[in-house]
């Protein structure tokens, strides 16, 4: 079967301190994956998702970047954070071209303090 | 692309009463509409799901309906438990898939004792 698996599960950092969170799915090929960030509230805005390892498609322009160095690992990154990157992040997968569900990571909640 | 509407933001019932929650989408080529549910803290998860060519779906006390017409879809919970206290997301998929759901704002549904 398949899993996600998304960490650190929390992370406090400073103002201008970097970010790396990761994101690897087992059990699986090729899957499309994204970021979501849901902040201080109940909405889920998507942040970046790739159809395939080196393809990586920006939703919302901002200080953040994704990489997907192998086809199951997807990174989420910042060179400087700002107190807006606050919020809870989830990393998600689905099939290939389908119709079929998301399947979310465990979150990472972030304090940018 | 596609725009989801999601209503109520915040529904409040009492235990054993139904909750219904209603969404409905801009694409005519949306052909999948999943719902998650979100307790404090949590991921989303996927708690059912219906496809175009389905105007009915159910899953014991949870129940799915779709008018692909009027684009509108909704979720009913009968005889609501205290564990359904969460948010509810629905969504739609449009443009083969590969961009990923559309997600509506979410509603709070809260079960009064």
């Known amino acids: 079967s398949q899993t996600i698996h998304q960490w650190p599960a929390t992370l406090v950092q400073p103002v201008g301190s970097p970010l790396s969170l990761e994101c690897t799915v087992e059990?699986?090929?090729?899957?499309?994956l994204y970021w979501y960030r849901q902040a201080a509230g109940r909405g889920l805005q998507l942040l970046f998702y790739s159809i395939g390892i080196g393809q990586i498609s920006s939703e919302v322009p901002q200080n953040l970047s994704a990489s997907r160095p192998q086809d199951r690992q997807f990174i989420l990154s910042s060179k400087k954070l700002l107190l807006s990157d606050s919020g809870f992040y989830l990393c998600?997968?689905?099939?290939?071209?389908?119709?079929?569900?998301?399947?979310f990571g465990n979150g990472t909640r972030l304090t940018v303090t | 692309g596609e725009n989801v509407e999601q209503h109520p933001s915040t529904l409040s019932v009492q235990e054993g009463d139904s909750a219904v929650i209603k969404c409905t989408y801009s694409d005519s080529a949306s052909n999948y509409f999943p719902w998650y549910k979100q307790e404090l803290g949590k991921r989303p998860q996927l708690i059912i799901d219906?496809?175009?060519?389905?105007g009915e779906k159910k899953d014991q006390r949870i129940a799915v309906t779709l008018n692909k017409t009027a684009k509108h879809f909704s979720l009913h919970i009968t005889e609501t438990q205290p564990e359904d206290s969460a948010v509810y997301f629905c969504?739609?998929?449009?443009?083969?898939?590969?961009?990923?759901?559309?997600f509506g704002k979410g509603t709070h549904l809260i079960i009064q004792p």
């Open positions: 059990g699986t090929s090729n899957p499309n």
């Open positions: 219906i496809r175009s060519n389905v």
């Open positions: 998600a997968w689905s099939v290939e071209w389908g119709e079929e569900p998301l399947h």
């Open positions: 969504a739609a998929i449009s443009g083969g898939g590969a961009d990923g759901l559309t």
